[in-house]
């Protein structure tokens, strides 16, 4: 890891809130650097049903998000703990939460000293929601943006509520990312507060001037009350009110920040460096070069999008809505298979079972196009398999297959050639999903033809933590 940067802090706990589980991280400056003290992650299991959006809704429990995040933090050692001076948060984007700003948690003595618990505060509709539909897309105003509108957007869903439900946003008056709104209960935020990485992953967001379409979306009616302050990333949005499983109150917390932007920070160290990240999704990941602006109007089908980083810098990202998602799906349907066919079989041992049925078949001509989810560009553009021959059937040619093709389906979203035409020489890996299946990696290694390093301690909460450290 990076040096840290100057007398700043000496201990430093970085949280990722992802789509599938929190990760926590106790990041220390020694003399030598920074190091990865401690860490803990824990699945959420948040999925919950969606009232009103019918299946293509995608929302999740905030309830228990929190509780996996304070068994994170109750997993951490208690010495630790009260050695931190700074908070660095970041978590799944584009999604939206809606709470009461005097009411969002209820704060208790645990164990290890005050922790909070959600109260009034809506489902998570998330990055994967579908319930905006093209044609609902295509109604709203356009916005004036570099992003282009998506499913799963937090403007568009509130656009969503405003047109669909009016009364289920009456209960609220804040609104913000999930990571956006634990930052605003350890600091008793009236108002939440946003990076930029996340006020652009919501739409309706001019990143060159820093601020919402206010008037666009005013004319149509949209609750601009809700839209957060916007500050930048690496800011300070505030202190922790009261101690926090053992942390001293009056810790700095970091304006909340995207996961990708962090997974990339905990790794990329050369321009030349491309990053692969898959986790519950998957983005392939470039920086642009200094004063880079992206184009004023945004391309709906370009695969690759621009998003503020640091210090008004920029990444090139291709973000595929299939990643570890597509496994996860793949393995709950072969424990939905055995349980149908009399067998109970946990989804955590199938994983290993799959993993170990594909390594043993290096060569699968089995053709899976993985994309179940669409993708933003292409969302009518569902999965398909083709190739498939007699011999091609067992679960490790199946397996090798949808591992190769979810690598693939990255590729063609930011081809190599276009890579190697900007100069790219080493690929850095991140991601559970990447560290925890070999075929993944395998297949990564033989579609790209650089270096690829998987970094040790890379991911969301360990780069949160780092920006903490690295703040002017
Ligand atoms: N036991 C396992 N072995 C291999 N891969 C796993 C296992 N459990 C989960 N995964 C993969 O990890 C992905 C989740 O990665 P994670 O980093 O937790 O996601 P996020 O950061 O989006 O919350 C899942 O989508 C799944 O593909
Ligand atoms: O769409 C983009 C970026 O535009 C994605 O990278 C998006 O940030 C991620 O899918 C979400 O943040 C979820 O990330 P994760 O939970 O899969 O780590």
Request: glycine residues 10%; contains cysteine; aromatic residues 8%.
């Amino acid at each position: 890891m990076a040096a840290a940067g100057g007398p700043g802090p000496t201990c430093v706990l970085g949280i990722d809130l992802g789509t599938t589980s929190v990760k926590a991280a106790l990041v220390t400056g020694t003399e030598r650097g920074l190091a990865l003290a401690q860490s803990c992650s824990r699945e959420t299991q948040a999925y919950s049903d969606s009232p009103g959006a019918a299946a293509q809704g995608m929302e999740q429990d905030v309830q228990k998000i929190i509780k996996a995040l304070n068994e994170c933090l109750a997993a951490l050692p208690q010495q630790q703990l009260q050695q931190v001076t700074h908070i660095g948060i970041s978590g799944q984007m584009h999604g939206v939460v809606f709470w009461k700003s005097d009411k969002g948690c209820r704060w208790s003595e645990g164990g290890p000293g005050p922790a909070f618990e959600a109260d009034r505060v809506s489902h998570l509709v998330t990055w994967q929601d579908g319930r905006c539909s093209p044609a609902f897309l295509s109604s709203l105003p356009l916005p004036q943006s570099h992003v282009s509108l998506a499913t799963g957007f937090g403007c568009p869903t509130i656009f969503w509520y405003s047109k669909n439900s009016p009364d289920f946003l009456k209960a609220y008056d804040a609104a913000g990312t999930i990571q956006d709104y634990v930052v605003a209960m350890l600091c008793d935020l009236k108002k939440p507060l946003m990076s930029v990485q996340n006020a652009a992953s919501w739409g309706y967001f001019n990143c060159r001037n820093k601020s919402w379409n206010t008037d666009i979306l005013k004319k149509s009616g949209f609750p601009v009350h809700l839209l957060p302050e916007v500050g930048d990333p690496g800011s300070v949005a505030g202190r922790t009110t009261c101690a926090w499983h053992g942390i001293p109150k009056g810790a700095k917390v970091g304006i909340a920040l995207g996961d990708f932007q962090c997974s990339v920070y905990s790794c990329l160290t050369e321009r030349t460096d491309a990053v692969l990240n898959i986790s519950t999704s998957a983005q392939l990941t470039i920086s642009m070069p200094l004063g880079f602006q992206p184009p004023e109007a945004p391309d709906p089908s370009s695969a690759v999008t621009y998003f503020p980083y640091f210090n008004g810098d920029y990444l090139a990202v291709a973000a595929s809505l299939n990643g570890g998602n597509v496994l996860a799906t793949f393995v709950g349907m072969v424990a939905q298979w055995a349980q149908e066919l009399g067998f109970q079989v946990q989804e955590s041992a199938i994983y290993p079972r799959i993993i170990q049925a594909a390594l043993a078949q290096k060569h699968s001509k089995l053709s899976i196009h993985p994309t179940i989810f669409g993708e933003r560009h292409l969302p009518e553009l569902l999965a398909s398999v083709s190739s498939i021959g007699a011999s091609e059937l067992s679960l490790g040619h199946v397996s090798r297959a949808l591992c190769r093709g979810l690598v693939e389906n990255l590729s063609s979203m930011f081809p190599v050639q276009h890579l190697q035409e900007l100069g790219v020489t080493r690929v850095l890996g991140s991601g559970t999903a990447l560290a925890r299946n070999e075929v993944l990696r395998q297949e990564v290694e033989r579609i790209f033809p650089f270096p690829v390093v998987y970094g040790k301690d890379v991911d969301a909460a360990v780069g949160a933590a780092m920006v903490m450290f690295h703040r002017k």
